[in-house]
C-alpha cells in the first residue's frame, strides 16, 4: 500500500498484543500506549533533516551531526489521541501541542467536532496527527481538513491499529499525508468497529466502560 508505513519493530508488536488483550485495565494499558508511542515517534521522525556542527571531543575537534531545528507539531485527536502523547513528547519535547475534540455519532458514524486549539504557526511545523484507531477515517480526514484549513503544508498520521477502509478513505481524501501504523487489521464490523481491534480505545484508556 502507498504511502502506509507498518512498524513492525519486535518491541512494538509485543506491547501491541497486550494493548489488544481485553484483560488489560487502564493502568497498564496508558503505560503500553506511552511505550509504543515512543517507538513509533522514532520511525515517524527518521527523515528529521539535520546539520553538522563543530564539537570537541576529549581528544579533538569535529564535526557531528544536530537536529536542523525543524519546527513540530504533535495533534492528539480526543480523547484516545491523548494516550499516545507523554510518549512522543518524550523524544520530542519542544515540540508545540495542538488538541481536536472528535467524536464518532454512534449513530451515523460520522465525525462530530466539539473543539479544537492549534498553534498558530501551523503552517511552519511538520505536523504529526496522533490517534490510536483509524476505523473508517472519518475523524482523520475531519481533522486534516482542519489542519489544511488553517494553513498546514506539511502532516503525518500516526496511529496504532487502522482497518483497510479507514487507509482507503484517508488516501482519498488526501493522497498526500503519509500514514504509520503499528499494524493494519482486517477489515470493520457492523458497528465500524476494527477487528479484531482492541475495543474501544478511550475507553479502555480512560476506564470509562
Ligand atoms: C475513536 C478513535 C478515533 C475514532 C476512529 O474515537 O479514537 O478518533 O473513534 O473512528 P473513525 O475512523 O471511524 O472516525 P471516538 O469517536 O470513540 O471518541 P473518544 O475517543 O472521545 O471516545
Ligand atoms: N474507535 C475505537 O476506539 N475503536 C474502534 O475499533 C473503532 C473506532
Do not use: W
Amino acid at each position: 500500500m502507498e504511502k502506509v508505513f507498518v512498524m513492525d519493530h519486535p518491541l512494538i508488536q509485543h506491547k501491541l498484543t497486550y494493548l489488544r488483550d481485553k484483560e488489560t485495565g487502564s493502568k497498564d494499558f496508558r503505560e503500553l500506549l506511552t511505550e509504543i508511542s515512543m517507538l513509533m515517534a522514532y520511525e515517524v521522525t527518521r527523515d528529521l533533516p539535520l546539520t553538522d556542527i563543530e564539537v570537541e571531543t576529549p581528544i579533538c575537534k569535529t564535526r557531528s551531526m544536530v537536529l536542523a531545528g525543524k519546527k513540530i507539531g504533535v495533534i492528539p485527536i480526543l480523547r484516545a489521541g491523548l494516550g499516545m502523547v507523554e510518549g512522543v513528547l518524550k523524544l520530542l519535547p519542544a515540540a508545540k501541542v495542538g488538541h481536536v475534540g472528535l467524536y464518532r455519532d454512534p449513530k451515523t458514524l460520522a465525525p462530530v467536532e466539539y473543539y479544537y486549539k492549534l498553534p498558530t504557526d501551523l503552517a511552519e511545523r511538520e505536523l504529526i496527527v496522533l490517534d490510536p484507531m483509524l476505523a473508517t477515517g472519518g475523524s482523520m480526514v475531519a481533522t486534516i481538513d482542519l489542519l489544511k484549513k488553517n494553513g498546514a503544508k506539511q502532516i503525518k498520521v500516526m496511529c496504532l491499529i487502522a482497518a483497510p477502509e479507514g487507509i482507503e478513505v484517508v488516501h482519498k481524501a488526501h493522497p498526500d499525508i503519509p500514514i504509520y501504523t503499528a499494524a493494519v487489521d482486517q477489515c470493520l464490523n457492523e458497528k465500524a468497529y476494527i477487528v479484531p481491534g482492541l475495543g474501544d480505545a478511550g475507553d479502555r484508556l480512560f476506564g470509562t466502560i
